[in-house]
């Protein structure tokens, strides 16, 4: 990781106006460092393409000493990591996109084994189809050895981590804001849990609004993270579709779950399906597709011992919501002892409860 009397230089270079991340990457790669690109001449700097007088004179005289000593302490107060391009650590993915940011905030842990990875994106009004396809995709994921990558958003990003993190698995969130805002409020806990099996990272310093400007930014960094970027419920004009088109732009795979027609929450997944993007029914479609090298470390789901009368109501079970009236008169029983044995069920982890007394088996 990047030492601290280095570090000030990369935070540096990101407060003068003018310097994106191409051309960031371009100074980074002529001058090897930013210290280097503070102690180089006019002549040497105006070399370099997209670099004019006035933009090489605001280099050498921008007055950044304060806002980066008042950035260093928050770092250090907040026990944040900062890896830069030239970072051992820094992922070999998103390294190689045509803008990618010149340093990453990060809390918890990047790894080499990151570099395996997925990303899961959709809505933020998730049905429960797209939460229970979500969730069974990222448990598939990473009980493959491979990262769930996503953004931390509401809806099909929150239940592609926690399926992730219910698996035992590893899964990293993009934020639009700064490292030390969470958003939504509510992904607190979600956040701490992702930060002891993952990363949280984001490219925009302490206190950066999550402002919509941000999201597009974000989303190029989910998909340069990964080799393949997923697509679960998205509207016509959802953001999601960004992600889409970003990953196209870096080579990367585009895969969609199909959803159904009279949905507008389908409309972007089947569109995207219909323009080359790849079916997605279970992870072996991702996996197959782009991944065919990795060992498959799947291992088979240990199923817990059930009672003749629990085995009786897991058969009718499935991925398809059922009400408990529907479960009791099906199963011939009284909602009181279909509830009890749902209950019991639900300890064992084969079934699972959703709003309105429905259940899904698992």
Known sequence: MTDIDD?????????????GKVLYKRLIDHFKSPVKVFSSTMKELKSIEGIGERL???????????????????????????????????????????????????????????????????????????????????????????????????????????GALSAGGRTIAVLGCGIDIIYPSENRSLRDKIIESGA?????????????????????????????????????????????????????????????????????TNKLIKRGAKLVEDADDIIEEILPQIERKKKDKTMPVLTSEEEVIYKLLSDEPKHIDIISREGRLTSNKALSLLLEMEIKGVIRQLPGKSFVAT
Not at 8 to 16: E, R
Not at 221 to 242: F, H, N, P, Q
Request: proline letters at 5%; hydrophobic letters at 40%; aromatic letters at 6%.
């Open 200 to 268: 949280v990272l984001t490219e925009f310093p302490f206190s950066t609004p999550p402002e919509g400007v941000n999201f597009p930014s974000r989303n190029r960094i989910i998909s340069g993270l990964s080799l393949g970027v997923v697509i679960i419920e998205a509207t016509s004009d959802s953001g999601s579709l960004i992600t889409a088109s970003n990953a196209l732009d870096q080579g990367r795979e585009v895969f969609a779950v199909p959803g159904n027609i009279t949905s507008k929450l389908s409309q972007g």
């Open 7 to 19: 570090l000030k230089y990369w935070l540096a270079l990101n407060h003068v106006p003018g310097i």
């Open 56 to 162: 090489a004179k605001d280099i050498l005289t921008a007055d950044w000493k304060e806002k980066v000593d008042i950035e260093l302490s928050r770092i250090e107060k907040e026990k944040v990591k900062v890896i830069t391009l030239l970072d051992e650590l820094y992922p070999d993915n998103l390294k190689k996109i045509y803008d990618p940011p010149p340093f990453l905030y990060i809390m918890g842990e990047i790894r080499k084994e990151d570099n395996r990875a997925i990303a899961i994106v959709g809505s933020r009004k998730a049905t429960t189809y797209g939460r229970l396809m979500t969730e069974r995709l990222s448990k598939d994921l990473v009980s493959h050895g491979i990262t769930v990558v996503s953004g931390m958003a509401r809806g099909i990003d929150t239940f592609s981590h926690q």
